[in-house]
């Protein structure tokens, strides 16, 4: 009763109106002199900024909730609407009111409409940054719902902007009317002079200057060409452009040894060692890595860059200014979705992760759009992850610092009293590349008490040496001032720029006291930026997992339980270990823990035996045949791993031709009536326009031809399919049919089977081709309508059924024929794929072990080798096709040579590290350090096509050198030519290196090896999270027996069972603690903190 009195109060008071607050601006025409600011169907319009933000106070609703709409009326149109708006809230058109609204027809008789723009918040004031426009009305007809449409021709079109109030659905200000627009009349055809000699004298210059641009362009795409022709000359194929301005270079990253999304998973590698963490026995690793659902990233509201109102933005991911990832490119729009996924481990020290938005020029350098910098803290600080949006900063120059220095502070005097502040400078690494020569300028600033001393300059190298020292006479002890080291890139022409500084408190030194070490360069302190909350936002999925791995040791009690837990139900016993992981195991958390489980009983050889236990687990607690497998039970989850573990391969080699055939097609694919576009077909002077029965009928002879070359694909597949999935299939197969064995469900098995292979494996693949590797980049819309069409298609042979597909979606009825065939095929290929022997099965577990520990990556690179023994000459890269395999990089002229031209033995890699983008003119260039039999060492430079191919194949080599004993400390980023090195300008050959290697950045891959010590980690990480849950219900498990004595000794085992297991538990977390413990004792006495 409450309610309804309520609702009718509310309902008397809006009949009510406030009174409508009119301001003084004037909707107009975009001042700037742009092409078509107005044409014969389309107008452009500043946008209202700042029209309504000064209201704030005297209005029902905020600037944040309020909503700017504009009003479009021609004729009548104005004065109806200055009437209805006082009489009732205005009508929002559901169709497209473009094409209709001006007809004087149903509905849209009043000759006006209303669309929405945004709100106060989206229109600020203040100057900003380019062109703030919108197009009202189009140049082309559109058929899709709401869309802009064309204005009617030689109109005249009156607009104003009104502030509606969300909740009362009312206008509560308005501006006033613009001034008529006159929308142009097109000409006919018959009216242009085509005569050269009845041309005015105004249009012969202008085409004179036409032909004069023409051929200036022609010089300039002639010269283009000549500058790729002498790139050819080393092999390569396509112009380089650097995707960044050379004062926001990237850097290559400082640390010894990841970034999802956002959009963006798991940042780290297969197989991380390190021996970067000293600790007392039990010796471990620290392996922290990022969690970033990459398909939630996205970004809005970006600013325009490009003359079309609109920009081509990606997004660069960078750990500690190290770019690692480049998504693709999204052309023509303001708000961009990458939906990318990566996973990638990070070095135990790095600080930082930052995604920097840029829009992509083909002809000038690209621009930067903003940035996102999230600190490791910040992860830190949540372990649940992040997910949202976040604003873009502006780029400032002063921030965007990298790399470290060499210092030497002390303190000397006579006695206790201090007399003289001495500052050695060593030398710096890695520093930022502030000149268009790919390096910097730099020289060193120390300043203290108001005193200031500078070193001198050491010319286009990132990798300066200065070995100079200053000192500062100290009058009193030393006090709060800090002693201030900057590091600055000199310029002849203009400023000089800020590269970086560390400030230290030298309070804490006592005479005669000194420290010595290397110092991470800081940023100065940030600005507020005038373009804050004006560059977008960026919608980013992050979760930071820092892991301390043990020795193996340590886990072979745990994981032995897991494996007695799996076999119990070989021996007749019921596997209490897995209930309770199955029932304890949250939703959120049940994808990981399923992928770990998989891959560690993949490497102990029990992958068969532990799917086996689910499904039964699974089966037991189903009653409806119907809903088996569809839930994201345990079961389902580890399933659909396996698949993605063990099957990838067979996955490529499956669908690779028919993806591929659509992406090169690109044909234009529709059934839905709905979203058929129609267009011209026929040759030139004979165009006549498609009915939507001829485009329906077109494309479903293309999706019968790919749904059959696909099926056929499928079917060859059961000769080559892994022995691995035969058998799992096989024993999901023989499993429900045990469960299921009455006729009326002779289809549930064959059901079970399909669930996975093509609801969850063929079918996501075929819609998302990059997140399975199939592609290197998304579909565009017209391919993606095309995949996800055959996506569809498949799925409803997977089902079984073809009935229920066309009841939902007629449509999908031309199929039908193409389906009960793909039905009957597909369910003889499930009975040749589970009709394998046992005896097939022999050696199996122990193949596939060593199968997923097999890492191979092959392509086509450029080479370059140099002799140790020979200076480096300008010899040119050349192009082979190099495989890595579990012992060997080798390398050939072609992909299919019979015998490899050279190789190099995995064990004898010494380094595997980046190279100046000066060294070779390419920012993706990598070497591969090595020893020969006599002991010199050779160096193989590989240049890659772009930084994720580079990223890929440094990540694949280090991870397959990851237990290589005798590598590299440092290295030379550099080349060695003519008579010193290019990086630091060293003269000694056999120089050491003057930039540490690193070995901790790295992607994860479908190909990776296992690491049993890693999955193991991450599994007792979650079990000791539900610890207490898992002894819950256990407790609750065991309750009903105890009837007789022989029951009550089978419970008494299996309590001891469980009471080991929860003895292993607390001693990991012991160890886990004796670690922590030995780290905090090392860092305590750590070298002088630096301060910002």
Not at 41 to 68: A, D, H, K, R
Not at 245 to 262: D, K, L, V
Request: with cysteine.
């Amino acid at each position: 009763m409450a309610f309804v009195c309520i609702s009718v109060i509310c309902a008397a008071l809006s009949c009510v109106r406030a009174k409508i607050l009119t301001v003084g601006s004037v909707p107009q025409i975009l001042p700037n002199e742009v092409v078509a600011r107005v044409t014969s169907s389309s107008f452009v319009l500043s946008q209202p900024l700042c029209f309504f933000n000064t209201l704030q106070g005297s209005l029902p609703c905020t600037v944040n909730t309020c909503e700017i709409w504009s009003v479009i009326a021609t004729g009548p149109g104005v004065h109806n609407y200055d009437r209805d708006k006082v009489i009732e809230a205005p009508k929002i058109l559901s169709a497209s009111p473009y094409p209709d609204a001006f007809l004087g027809l149903g509905q849209t008789h009043k000759r006006y409409y209303i669309t929405k723009l945004g709100v106060p918040r989206d229109f600020p004031c203040g100057d900003l940054p380019g062109i703030r426009y919108f197009r009202v009305g189009a140049d082309g007809n559109c058929s899709s719902t709401n869309c802009n449409g064309i204005l009617p021709a030689g109109s005249t079109v009156r607009v104003k902007y009104i502030l509606i109030d969300p909740v009362t659905k009312e206008v509560v200000s308005e501006t006033k009317w613009s001034f008529p627009i006159i929308l142009i009349s097109p000409k006919a055809s018959s009216s242009i002079v085509e005569s050269a000699w009845k041309r005015s004298g105004s249009m012969v210059v202008i085409t004179v200057l036409l032909s004069c641009s023409m051929a200036v362009l022609v010089v300039l795409l002639a010269a283009l060409l000549l500058l790729d022709c002498s790139e050819s000359v080393r092999g390569k194929q396509e112009i380089s452009v650097s995707p960044v301005p050379e004062s926001f270079r990237i850097r290559r990253g400082s640390m010894t040894g990841t970034y999802t999304q956002t959009s963006g998973h798991v940042l780290r590698p297969g197989s991380f060692k390190s021996t970067s963490v000293s600790a007392p026995t039990p010796r471990a690793m620290t392996q922290p890595f990022l969690t970033a659902t990459e398909r939630e990233r996205s970004a809005k509201n970006l600013p325009v860059k490009d003359i079309t109102g609109s920009s081509d933005p990606y997004c660069i991911v960078r750990i500690d200014n190290e770019a690692i990832i480049r998504t693709a490119t999204i052309w023509k729009t303001l708000s961009p979705f990458w939906g990318e996924e990566y996973n990638v481990h990070l070095p135990p020290s790095f600080h930082t992760v930052s995604f920097t938005i840029l829009d992509e020029d083909s002809l000038s350098r690209d621009d930067v759009i903003g940035k996102v910098s999230i600190s490791k803290e910040c992860l830190s600080a949540k372990p649940q992850g992040m997910d949202g949006w976040v604003n873009l900063t502006e780029v400032d120059p002063d921030e965007e610092v990298q790399g470290e220095i060499h210092l030497q502070i002390a303190l000397q005097g006579d006695g206790n009293i201090p007399k003289t502040l001495r500052c050695h400078v060593f030398e710096a690494r890695d520093l930022a590349k502030k000149d268009r020569n790919g390096a910097s300028d730099p020289f060193v600033r120390v300043r203290y008490n108001g005193k200031t001393h500078e070193s001198a300059v050491v010319k286009k190298s990132c990798y300066p040496r200065w070995n100079e020292s200053f000192e500062f006479e100290l009058d009193e002890p030393p006090g709060d001032t800090p002693l201030t080291v900057e590091v600055w890139d000199w310029d002849l022409v203009s400023k000089n720029d800020f590269l970086g500084k560390v400030l230290f408190n030298i309070n804490g030194l006592h005479s005669e006291q000194q420290e010595e070490g290397w110092f991470r360069l800081g940023p100065e302190k940030p600005k507020h930026s005038q373009y804050e909350g004006t560059l977008g936002s960026l919608r980013l999925q992050l979760r930071l997992r820092d892991e301390t791995v043990l020795p193996s040791s340590h886990y072979q009690p745990l994981v032995e339980l897991l494996c007695q837990s799996v076999g119990a139900q070989l021996n007749g016993n019921w596997p209490d270990l897995m209930m309770l992981i199955d029932e304890t195991t949250t939703a959120e958390s049940r994808q990981e823990v399923a992928t770990n489980l998989v891959k560690l009983f993949l490497g102990q050889g029990l992958a068969k035996e532990f799917l086996d236990v689910l499904f039964k687990l699974e089966l037991d607690k189903t009653s409806e045949p119907n809903t088996l497998f569809r839930s994201n039970s345990l079961a389902s989850k580890s399933m659909e791993s396996f698949l993605k573990v063990a099957g990838m391969q067979y996955l490529h080699r499956v669908l690779t031709p028919i993806i591929s055939r659509i992406f090169e097609e690109k044909k234009y694919v529709e059934l839905d009536p709905s979203k058929v576009e129609l267009k011209e077909a026929g040759c030139a002077g004979l165009h006549r326009m498609q009915t939507e029965a001829d485009v329906i009928q077109q494309s479903s002879a293309h999706l019968q031809s790919y749904l059959s070359e696909l099926l056929h694909a499928i079917a060859q597949s059961a000769t080559y399919c892994p022995v691995a999935l035969c058998q799992a299939f096989r024993q999901l197969y023989l499993r429900v049919q045990e469960r299921f064995p009455d006729k009326e469900y002779r289809k549930v098995k064959f059901i079970a089977v399909t669930s996975f292979l093509c609801l969850r494996f063929i079918s996501p693949a075929i819609m998302s081709p990059k997140l399975f590797h199939l592609r290197e980049k998304h579909a565009d819309a017209r391919t993606s309508r095309t995949l996800l069409l055959l996506a569809k298609a498949v799925q409803t042979i997977g089902n079984l059924d073809t009935l229920a597909c066309c009841s939902k979606e007629p449509w999908m009825v031309p199929l039908q024929p193409a389906i009960q065939q793909g039905i009957a095929q597909l369910k003889d290929f499930i009975t040749r794929l589970v009709s394998c022997e046992e005896e097939e099965g022999l050696g199996l577990q122990t193949r596939m072990s060593l199968q997923c520990g097999t890492m191979e990556k092959e392509g086509f690179l450029f080479l370059h080798r140099t002799k140790d023994k020979c200076m480096l000459m300008t010899s040119p890269f050349k192009k082979y096709y190099v495989t890595l395999s579990k012992d060997t990089l080798s390398y050939s002229r072609t992909q299919h040579s019979k015998q490899k031209s050279s190789f190099i033995w995995l064990p004898r890699i010494r380094a595997v590290e980046k190279v100046e983008e000066k060294s070779f003119g390419s920012a993706n260039v990598m070497q591969i350090i090595s020893s020969e039999d006599s002991g010199h060492m050779e160096t193989l430079y590989l240049d890659c096509k772009s930084v994720n191919e580079l990223n890929q194949w440094l990540s694949a080599l280090r991870k397959a050198c990851s237990h290589n004993t005798e590598t590299m400390n440092s290295y030379h980023p550099g080349v060695y030519k003519g008579d010193k090195w290019s990086c630091c300008h060293q003269k000694d050959k056999t120089d050491t290196g003057c930039d540490k290697t690193r070995h901790g950045v790295t992607l994860q891959e479908w190909y990776d090896p296992l690491d049993p010590d890693l999955e193991s980690q991450l599994i007792y990480r979650h079990l000791l999270g539900v610890r207490q849950a898992m002894r819950d219900k256990y407790l609750d498990m065991i309750k009903p027996e105890g009837g007789n004595g022989r029951e009550s000794t089978a419970g008494q085992e299996k309590l001891e069972g469980v009471t080991r297991f929860f003895k292993v538990l607390d001693d990991l977390q012991d160890a886990h603690s004796v670690v922590e413990e030995a780290e905090r004792s090392r860092n305590k006495n750590f070298l002088l903190e630096l301060q910002t």
